[in-house]
């Protein structure tokens, strides 16, 4: 019922922060070229707007929430990545955070903002630049855990369709443990969940290969 509820009910931004890295020398020139994409985008979108200044990304978000007052679900796709290139650059850092801060927090038209990457939330001083974002890992999935990975119940069935050894693939491939199992499982085992992407890569391209990850 709730899926169809949200349905087409919001605009989406998608951005994959690593490919604005791989284009730019400073973090001015990241945070310029991403703003000036998402308005040459949002622009062409709602072309309708009075928008109050079109070189000013956030302000323009705003201005088209206020005409047509449908949010905007964002995504982010390697959002971290700035930090790994960065780790040294402290104010670099800092003047990331506070440009996705200033873009998202607080904000009327976010109806959601998504962000996926392999390092928590930054903090920079005392204080959390993104303490509106809520944290899940493949350690601690929280309400996802039901989604992560491969579960045995799953799994067997894989190995019998595809003609594989069912206990040499929980050897090579299993290595997660949630303490919260999903209500779907009979029974708590410690090796419960499979890495998605590296069982489908054991089905697709035999023989067997051990994970880079090492099991819990």
């Not at 971290?80 to 290139?85: G, H, T």
């Not at 069935?157 to 009979?186: H, I, K």
Request: aromatic share 14%.
């Amino acid at each position: 019922a709730s899926y169809e509820k949200y349905r087409n009910q919001y605009d989406v931004i998608k951005v994959n922060i690593q490919e604005f890295l791989s284009r730019t020398h400073t973090m001015t020139e990241l945070l310029n070229r991403l703003s000036r994409f998402l308005l040459k985008e949002l622009i062409r979108e709602y072309p309708d707007v009075d928008y109050l200044d079109d070189t000013d990304m956030t302000q323009s978000i705003e201005d088209i929430y206020a005409k047509y007052g449908r949010k905007f679900v964002i995504i982010i796709d390697e959002w971290d990545c700035v930090f790994r290139e960065y780790k040294e650059k402290h104010e670099a850092q800092k003047q990331y955070l506070d440009f996705l801060r200033d873009w998202m927090k607080d904000k009327e038209y976010i109806g959601l903002a998504y962000m996926t990457g392999i390092l928590p939330i930054k903090k920079y001083g005392t204080h959390s630049a993104l303490n509106m974002f809520m944290e899940f890992s493949m350690e601690n999935p929280r309400a996802l855990s039901d989604y992560v990975g491969f579960t045995e119940s799953e799994v067997r069935p894989l190995c019998r369709q595809y003609n594989m050894d069912y206990e040499e693939c929980r050897e090579w491939y299993n290595g997660y443990f949630f303490q919260q199992v999903m209500s779907t499982a009979p029974i708590q085992l410690s090796w419960r969940c499979f890495l998605d992407s590296t069982m489908i890569t054991g089905i697709r391209r035999k023989p067997m290969t051990r994970c880079v990850i090492e099991k819990a």
